[in-house]
C-alpha cells in the first residue's frame, strides 16, 4: 500500500510539472480584474510596465516619429469579444505604430505555448490604409538583470518569434487566408515567409491563432481557427532555418502599424484609419519542461521507488 501510495505520487507529481506554468491569462473580463466596460472604453495601458493606471501590468505606447510617447491607445471595451462580454479594441490612430506588451517569466528552455484571439474590422482590398494590421511577437525583451534592452523592451540577442496579417499577405485579394511569419534573430524582411490555410479567416472574424515553441530544439508549430477548430498550417525551424539553436522569450507584444504616406493610394506600409479597429481576446501563454526533462525527474522518482525498497 505504502509503495503504491509512493507511485501515485509520483505519478501525479509528474503530471502537475508537465502541466508546468501559466505565463500570462487575459480574457480582460472584470471578473479577472479588468475594468468594467459596459458604460464606455478604459484606457487599460496608458503608462509604462506598473505605472500610472495601468492595468494588470500591462504596458502600451504609440510611436510618432521621430519620437515616441506614452498614450492610451488601447481600450478594455465591450463592443465585441470572442468570449464573455470583453477584449481589448486597437484604436490605430498613431502615425507610426502602436503596441501592447506584457512582461512574462523569462524562459530559454521548454515549451512556449501562446494562444490568442484577434478580430480584423475591416479589409479593403482597394486601399491597404483601410485594412488592418496586426502582428504578434514572442521577444527577449530584458536581460539576466531584468533591464530593458534599449529605451523601451525590444529584440534582445535571445531571440524573436512573431506572425502577423497585413494588407499583403492574409488581407489581399490574392490571399485572403495567408498569414506572415516572422522568425529567427533579424526583424523583418530577413527571415519571413506567408503561410496559407482555409481556417483563417480574414474580415470581420474573430480568428485564433496558437504557436507552440520549442525553445531548446528552435521550432514551432503555428496553428489557426476560424470556427472549425484549431488547425496545423506550418511547423519550421524559429532562427533562420537552423533547428538546434537555443531561444529566450520574456515579453509577449501586439502591434498595430499606423499611417504610411498620404501620396500612396494603396499604403503598402502603413495605414491610417482611426474609424476602423483590431480586436484582441483570450490570450493564453503557457510555459512546460520538455519531455528530456520530464522523463529525468520520473527516473528520479523511479530510482528513490527502488532504493526504499532495497531498504
Do not use: C
Not at 33 to 54: H, R, T
Amino acid at each position: 500500500m505504502y509503495k503504491l501510495a509512493l507511485v501515485m505520487m509520483l505519478l501525479f507529481g509528474v503530471a502537475g510539472m508537465a502541466n508546468g506554468e501559466t505565463l500570462l491569462s487575459a480574457g480582460f473580463e472584470v471578473s479577472g480584474g479588468y475594468s468594467d466596460a459596459s458604460g464606455s472604453d478604459v484606457e487599460l495601458a496608458p503608462q509604462i510596465y506598473g505605472g500610472g493606471s495601468n492595468q494588470l501590468e500591462w504596458y502600451s505606447q504609440f510611436y510618432i516619429y521621430p519620437t515616441s510617447a506614452a498614450s492610451g491607445q488601447f481600450m478594455v471595451t465591450n463592443d465585441l469579444a470572442a468570449t464573455g462580454t470583453q477584449s481589448v479594441k486597437f484604436l490605430q490612430p498613431s502615425y507610426y505604430y502602436n503596441y501592447l506588451r506584457h512582461k512574462i517569466t523569462e524562459k530559454s528552455t521548454g515549451i512556449v505555448t501562446a494562444q490568442w484571439a484577434q478580430y480584423l474590422q475591416t479589409v479593403d482590398t482597394a486601399v491597404g490604409r483601410n485594412t488592418n494590421s496586426l502582428q504578434v511577437e514572442l521577444l527577449d525583451g530584458y536581460d539576466t538583470s531584468d533591464a530593458a534592452y534599449g529605451p523601451s523592451p525590444s529584440k534582445g540577442p535571445g531571440g524573436l518569434w512573431s506572425g502577423y496579417n497585413d494588407r499583403q499577405s492574409q488581407v489581399s485579394a490574392a490571399s485572403p487566408d495567408s498569414y506572415t511569419l516572422m522568425y529567427g534573430t533579424d526583424a523583418y524582411p530577413l527571415d519571413r515567409k506567408i503561410v496559407t490555410s482555409t481556417s483563417m479567416g480574414a474580415e470581420a472574424t474573430w480568428v485564433t491563432y496558437k504557436t507552440v515553441l520549442d525553445l531548446d530544439a528552435g521550432t514551432y508549430d503555428f496553428y489557426a481557427d476560424s470556427g472549425s477548430g484549431l488547425v496545423l498550417v506550418d511547423s519550421d525551424a524559429i532562427r533562420e532555418g537552423s533547428v538546434g539553436e537555443g531561444f529566450t522569450l520574456d515579453v509577449i507584444s501586439f502591434t498595430e502599424f499606423g499611417a504610411g504616406s498620404s501620396e500612396d493610394a494603396n499604403n503598402t506600409n502603413y495605414f491610417y484609419n482611426p474609424t476602423t479597429f483590431a480586436y484582441i481576446d483570450d490570450i493564453l501563454v503557457t510555459w512546460v519542461p520538455e519531455p528530456v526533462t520530464m522523463a529525468l525527474l520520473t527516473l528520479g522518482g523511479l530510482g528513490v521507488l527502488i532504493r526504499r525498497k532495497r531498504r
